[in-house]
Structures are given as C-alpha cells and as structure tokens.
C-alpha cells in the first residue's frame, strides 16, 4: 500500500502544530502501520470460523487461503481473536 494514499486522523495534546510537525507524525505513523499491517500479523490476530465443517481454523496458511478463494463460502467467518 502507498503510504500516502491513507486516511488518518491525527489528535495531539497540542493545540497548535505546524504542518513540518504533522508530516513528521504521520510519517512515524505510516512507518509504523506498515509493520503491523502485514499478512503474516494478520494472520496471528485472526482466526476462521468454518460453520459448514464446524471447524476454527487458526494456521496462517489456511487462513491466508481462506482470505483468498474467489467464491466466498456461506458461513465462514474471519474473527478477531481479541
């Protein structure tokens, strides 16, 4: 992903910030979503619910291929485990 094509909203604790200031914050923040945005923690943080099989599905290579399929199956969900 680009890091400039990104939506963020920044909030500090002060009141004023010069725009040097803000392209430095959101820098730090696309520097540091781009290591927490990756497949591999996605894959970690999450798990599939295959109903249809009555299965939980937490190896990242299932749940990396499940991610994938072009026809979506009825009753598979993606869950966070948090």
């Known amino acids: ?8 909203l920044v909030l500090t ?3 004023t910030m010069n725009a040097k200031q ?3 914050e959101v820098e730090l923040l696309n520097e540091l979503l781009y290591h927490v945005e990756d497949l591999h ?3 970690k943080a999450n ?3 295959d109903v249809n099989r009555y299965k939980v599905i937490q190896t990242p290579y299932q749940i990396q ?3 994938r399929e ?6 598979v969900f993606i869950s966070n485990k948090n």
């Open 1 to 8: 992903m680009n890091p400039q094509n990104r939506d963020l």
């Open 13 to 15: 604790k002060k009141v």
């Open 22 to 24: 803000l392209k430095h």
């Open 41 to 43: 923690s996605f894959c």
């Open 47 to 49: 798990e599939v619910i």
């Open 65 to 67: 291929r499940a991610i």
């Open 70 to 75: 072009r026809g979506k199956k009825p009753f």
